[in-house]
């Protein structure tokens, strides 16, 4: 049994900072790695939770410092954001009330509305704990963009600015189409950061199999051969994703079909290099349920870490259901650690026994036993998969957003400090958020 008590003694307070204490109820007579290791996770989860107190503190005080200062951009001649809180448009700040529903125009602290003099934004899409994502127009290039900004408040964090840094150079280093396009980044006079993509309309993996349930044998075959070959991309640069599940994998209409776009390289490490500032061994980093054995031990991950996640995010677009079926955290842990995943026949019953062998290869618990590549696994059995017929529909042929902002479109989440540094609620909670 596991229990969080406030500090009880002053050895709890390092240097002002908040301490919290687990306290373990019977106690076995051994401790072996596993167990240390469970522990472990459960002291990050708990550093997290108490770091956003300390978030809050900081938004509040740099909210008071840039209405200080906006009065004298606009002296100086600068254009500020404002936004719509009904319909979420831009606006410069000389607009007071929105032309489309008159509500009463939003400041947006010290943003300009012109991201460095040339991407003009139209409205806000997403929104998460440490920044913002908008529609924008490149004015120079005359096309439509996603820019997303971190606040400043956020981007002073060493290691947050070096984690967008590491997303950007990642996107960068790969060259296909299944990765999302990274067109500028930058930084903004009051400290903020933004990245500037391509903006994708459609719905993302866990959307998909939310509205419509799981698709067919043909689908799931067509996603895997998109999906796989950008994750080959990507580990070819030597990159290792570490956070493959459902809502960053985003499918958009293309022609005779969708095409996916992998997303979120927040947490992309290089496989050549053991240990980084940012990636030390022990760290636990990803989300649980989607998370290979060696992840959740936090041991150095390749690309059959990824090729786990993989085949357990196409197992739940097969079957609609998740690999890992619990809820709470250290149950997670577990499942991953020691049970076999249910049969895939149990659930679709006209697929054959050589590609059920096939997942629980990909599945197994011992990373020497699945494949070394991601393409060879997805080769060995993808043309079977396309030929084998089902009774439900599966997902649309046309692929329609929801009206809602935060469907219409999707750039990739910062890092793991999006879910764990904010207090406002990310898209992801439970064990789906990121550890």
């Known amino acids: ?86 319909c979420r448009r831009c606006f410069d700040h000389q607009v007071r009330r929105c032309p489309e529903d008159g509500a009463t125009l939003k400041t947006e602290g010290v943003l300009p509305y012109r991201v460095m003099g040339r991407y003009r934004l139209v409205k806000v899409i997403g929104q998460g704990g440490m920044g913002t ?35 950007a150079r990642a996107i960068a280093r790969i060259s296909h189409p299944g990765v999302i396009a990274l067109y500028d ?3 903004l006079p009051d400290g903020s950061a933004f990245l500037v993509m391509e903006k994708l309309v459609g719905l ?28 080959a991309a990507a580990h070819r640069a030597d990159l290792v994703h570490r956070d493959i599940k459902p809502e ?61 996640s993989f085949a357990s995010v196409c197992y739940e677009a097969l079957t609609g259901r998740r690999v890992v079926e619990s809820e709470e955290f250290a149950k997670v842990c577990a499942e991953v650690l020691h049970r076999e995943p249910p049969p895939l026949r149990g659930y679709v019953r006209e697929i054959p026994r050589r590609i059920e062998r096939a997942f629980m290869r990909a599945l197994a618990k011992d990373r020497d036993k699945r494949h070394a590549k991601i393409e060879d696994w997805v080769r060995s059995f993808v043309d079977e998969l396309a030929l084998i017929q089902v009774p439900h529909r599966g997902w649309p042929e046309q692929i329609s957003a929801p009206e ?17 540094l904010t207090g406002e609620p990310a898209e992801e909670s439970g064990p789906n958020k990121r550890a």
């Open 1 to 86: 049994r596991y229990e969080l008590r406030e500090p009880a003694v002053e050895d709890a307070v390092d240097e002002g900072r908040i301490r919290g204490v687990i306290v373990i109820r019977g106690r076995p007579t051994t401790w072996g790695e596993e167990e240390q290791r469970l522990v472990m996770c459960f002291a990050h989860e708990l550093g997290a939770a108490l770091e956003r107190g300390r978030t809050r503190e900081r938004l509040d005080a740099d909210q008071s410092r840039h209405a200080l200062s906006r009065g004298d951009l606009i002296d100086r001649g600068a254009e500020l954001l404002q936004v719509c809180p009904q």
């Open 133 to 167: 994502v908008y529609e924008a127009h490149d004015q120079r290039l005359g096309r439509v963009v996603a820019i997303k900004i971190i606040r400043a408040e956020y981007f002073r964090d060493v290691n947050v600015r070096l984690r967008f840094r590491q997303e």
């Open 185 to 187: 980044t930058g930084e």
């Open 204 to 231: 993302d993996l866990a959307d998909m199999i939310d509205h419509y349930g799981p698709g067919t044998p043909a689908q799931v075959a067509a996603l895997m051969r998109q999906a796989g070959a950008a994750l």
């Open 248 to 308: 960053n994998i985003f499918l958009v209409d293309g022609t005779g079909g969708f095409l996916v776009k992998i997303l979120d390289f927040g947490l992309a490490k290089s496989m050549s290099l053991e240990t980084t500032n940012l990636t030390q061994t022990g760290v636990v980093m990803g989300t649980p349920v989607y998370m290979s054995p060696e992840q959740i031990q936090g041991k150095d991950l390749d690309a059959r870490s990824d090729l786990y």
């Open 404 to 420: 809602p902002e935060d469907s219409t479109a999707h750039v990739s989440t910062l890092a793991m400090a999006m879910a764990n």
